[in-house]
């Protein structure tokens, strides 16, 4: 795989499992700290290793693992 094909799939890879996460966080209702937790350092290393960004404003009806999945997605959708 090229580089950039190592990257969309990386991101891709990235998306699933944020969404997984927060899906879980959801169903068992965890506490916010550890989702608030999970993903400042899902963030981190995305935004480090594969999407040297700004993170998003925070949006205060949702939680910190969807505003990474959407700052996530809407990465994915400059890779296609």
């Not at 969404?19 to 506490?31: G, R, S, T």
């Not at 290393?45 to 939680?63: A, F, G, M, V």
């Amino acid at each position: 795989m090229s580089t950039s094909e190592n990257r969309a799939a990386m991101t891709a890879a990235f998306r699933e499992i944020t969404q997984a996460l927060a899906n879980l966080f959801d169903l068992y209702d965890v506490d916010p700290r550890l989702a608030q937790a999970t993903a400042q350092d899902l963030g981190r290393i995305y935004r480090e290793h594969l999407h040297e960004s700004q993170s998003p404003p925070p949006d205060s009806d949702r939680t910190a693992l969807y505003d990474l999945l959407a700052e996530i997605e809407s990465a994915s959708d400059d890779l296609i």
